[in-house]
């Protein structure tokens, strides 16, 4: 069969179904559900977004976007999609001929590609129609399935469908590259994609993201983005650099001779934290010496890191965000590292890890390291991004990306001392790139740790708790 007869039957055979929608749910009718349920975990409301796909449109008009544009070539989807959802835009088309001449922030593809003749060229159409903040997803069948899926069909259990590619993730992943995409997430959905009271939540909710029982599940989800262009870091942008301050007063002169001007213009942004030394002096007598740099004095006025680093970019002018903590643990001489793996478009929150390269004798007690180890296998696990070091202060992202984070901050809850998991967990949940960049961990010099091992030990694993049952399980 060619390209025409293929497109040309499977026109009718959705035509068809279109002409029965809604007369008979069969038991696709939580499957459905829970695709949507997953979607709207991943794409917050007031998005401009592309449909490609979209069938009768319920899936576009979940997501409650600010713009919503869905594309099918079967006139009859097309024709209740206008019915069901008119606040919406539906364009019969096929997709592999698409152009519409504007970019989105979210483009899906749910349940397509498997039934498309050319997965590579469609692919580089969803390009053309992103821009380098996109996300695109991307849900197909496992091929696990191909059997049981078709003696449902048989038994009339779903509805109809015709002969399917069965991608592997693999074989996505490959495509993707090819399109110029990279992945951020990938993970696994349904064991059970029929309701059953008790057993669908376990099996769906829990079991299917878990191995062994991953392995059998039924569908692949695929978070990716357009790969970063060469140009992308070449614009100036302006850096903030939030220092978190308590108790720091001997380290306030260093921060100011070894911080780099990176950027357009560096600005020092100090939030002194109801310190018992003289450490408010110490940042007033520096700025007083440094009239040629650009800084902020501000002092907390509740307590903990966690709010010092959100006060601080609250205040902050900067393009963008970086914190630095006042210890000196990170030296601030690897700052410009982390500005360039961010404008370079390599990741969108740059994290800094502690554990590759050989510490200082000091740096980090053996208990802490082993912590540290647990702590990070456990997120890489539940965010569905590598994260080696959680809990290492320096952190990057754009100004534009922390009011994202900021605005939909009440999905978790004001639930973070430490300030860290606040980004690091709002950058997993709405699926920006997490990069670790290794440091060399030095011994602190002055003052004494602020961290207390078996207390924070606790809130770690409240951290976990939180990650599970807000990210992973849901």
């Known amino acids: ?29 939580y499957y459905h559900r829970r695709v949507l349920k997953i979607h709207q975990f991943l794409v917050p409301p007031g998005l401009k977004i592309l449909e490609l796909g979209c069938g009768v449109g319920g899936l576009l008009a979940g997501l409650k976007p600010a713009k919503g544009i869905g594309v099918d070539f079967s006139a009859g989807m097309i ?78 259990l779903t509805k109809p469908t015709l002969m399917q590619n069965w991608l592997t993730p693999e074989d996505v992943l490959n495509l993707m590259n090819l399109a110029d995409f990279e992945h951020i997430r990938h993970w696994t959905e349904f064991l059970l994609p029929v309701q059953i009271p008790l057993l669908s939540f376990i099996a769906n909710r829990f079991l299917a993201k878990l191995w062994p029982f991953n392995w059998l599940a039924l569908s692949h989800f695929m978070v990716a983005r357009i790969k970063p262009g060469k140009k992308e870091g070449e614009q100036k942008r ?78 902050a ?50 208990l802490n390291f082993l912590g540290n180890k647990f702590f990070s296998l456990a997120f890489s696990m539940l965010l569905g991004q590598p994260i080696k070091d959680t809990l290492c202060g320096t952190k990057v992202l754009s100004r534009e990306n922390y009011l994202q984070i900021k605005k939909n901050r009440a999905y978790f809850g004001d639930f973070d001392p430490f300030g860290d998991f606040d980004l690091i967990f709002g950058a997993a949940k709405f ?44």
């Open 1 to 29: 069969m060619n390209q025409a007869g293929f497109i040309e039957k499977r026109i009718a055979h959705w035509n068809a179904v279109a002409d029965k929608w809604g007369k008979r749910e069969g038991l696709g009718r």
């Open 79 to 156: 024709a209740q999609a206008r019915s069901r959802h008119p606040d919406l835009t539906f364009i019969c088309a096929d997709a592999s001929d698409l152009e519409l001449h504007e970019t989105f922030d979210i483009i899906v593809l749910s349940d397509l590609i498997n039934d498309l003749w050319d997965v590579q060229k469609v692919l580089a159409i969803v390009s053309r129609h992103a821009a380098p903040g996109t996300r695109i997803i991307l849900n197909f069948y496992s091929r696990l399935w191909e059997m049981p899926l078709r003696l449902a069909q048989k038994l009339r």
């Open 238 to 315: 302006s850096v903030s650099i939030i220092v978190p301050a308590r108790n720091e007063a001997g380290n306030i002169k260093e921060i100011f001779a070894r911080t780099p001007e990176m950027g357009k213009w560096t600005e020092l942004v100090f939030v002194e934290g109801h310190s018992r030394d003289d450490t408010h002096a110490a940042i007033q007598r520096e700025i007083e010496l440094h009239p040629q740099r650009r800084c902020q004095l501000l002092q907390q006025a509740g307590s903990g890191k966690g709010d010092a680093v959100r006060l601080g970019f609250e205040h």
């Open 317 to 366: 002018s900067g393009d963008i965000f970086m914190i630095l903590d006042a210890d000196l643990t990170v030296p601030p001489e690897n700052l410009p590292r982390f500005y360039q793996a961010l404008t370079s478009g390599q990741g969108e929150l740059i994290n800094s890890v502690r554990l590759v390269y050989p510490m200082e004798k000091q740096a980090m007690r053996y």
């Open 431 to 474: 699926n920006l790139k997490i990069i670790d960049l290794p440091i060399r961990y030095r011994e602190r010099v002055y003052g004494q740790t602020n961290i207390q091992r078996w207390k924070h030990g606790w809130l770690l694993l409240k951290m976990v708790a939180v990650a599970a049952s807000r990210i992973k399980f849901i």
